[in-house]
């Protein structure tokens, strides 16, 4: 059991190294020795953890989009309705430091993934809880299931585009305009 338990910590720690490597100097950066330096490991550790580069990039990805679940988990169980909403989509923008690195990680590997078929599912997955999140957003504020799909396809639209120019904006730079347009979109799409 403490094996299996030091093999995970190896595994976050490597992940959450390469995350900041590729962040801070992008994909060709996320080699075995910028990740080990990074980490504070020997290279054999980081070899031993993930033999692969491509390893190391599916679990980068997954570390990502697995901390985004984690933290929408963790909302209170009684948000309702708007104020719900309002929570789910402030998780999915990079509003501090942690979620701009996010961002960039995603970024850098979704787009990677396009060409690299060993990134695709995790791309796809991805993809496919940006989904259920804005799923989630719509049906807490009583969008009916004959809107959901396109709805739902909106929304994503409008997160990531949001997600793309509050990134590029200046540290530090207020975003409550990002987080204003979301809440009232949001707003249009309650009934009555």
Avoid at 46 to 74: C, K, M, N, W
């Amino acid at each position: 059991m403490t094996r299996s338990i030091e093999l995970e910590e190896r595994r976050r720690i490597v992940s959450e190294a390469a995350c900041r490597v590729l962040a801070r100097d992008g994909l060709r950066a996320v080699s075995v020795r910028n990740v080990a330096a990074e980490a504070g490991l020997p290279p054999s550790t980081v070899r031993y953890t993930f033999p692969t580069q491509a390893s190391v990039r599916e679990h980068a990805l997954d570390l990502v989009f697995d901390g985004t679940a984690a933290r929408i988990d963790a909302l209170p169980a009684d948000l309702r309705g708007t104020e719900y909403a309002h929570a789910v989509l402030v998780e999915l923008l990079p509003l501090d430091h942690e979620r701009r690195i996010e961002l960039d990680v995603y970024l850098a590997l979704g787009t990677a993934a396009l060409t690299d078929a060993e990134l695709r599912p995790f791309h796809d997955r991805v993809v496919a809880d940006m989904q259920d999140w804005c799923g989630r957003v719509l049906r807490a504020v009583g969008v009916p299931e004959a809107d959901m799909a396109y709805e739902a396809c909106r929304l994503h639209a409008l997160v990531d585009g949001l997600a793309m120019q509050v990134v590029r904006l200046p540290a530090g730079a207020d975003a409550a305009w990002a987080t204003d347009l979301l809440d009232r979109h949001v707003a249009g799409l309650t009934p009555g």
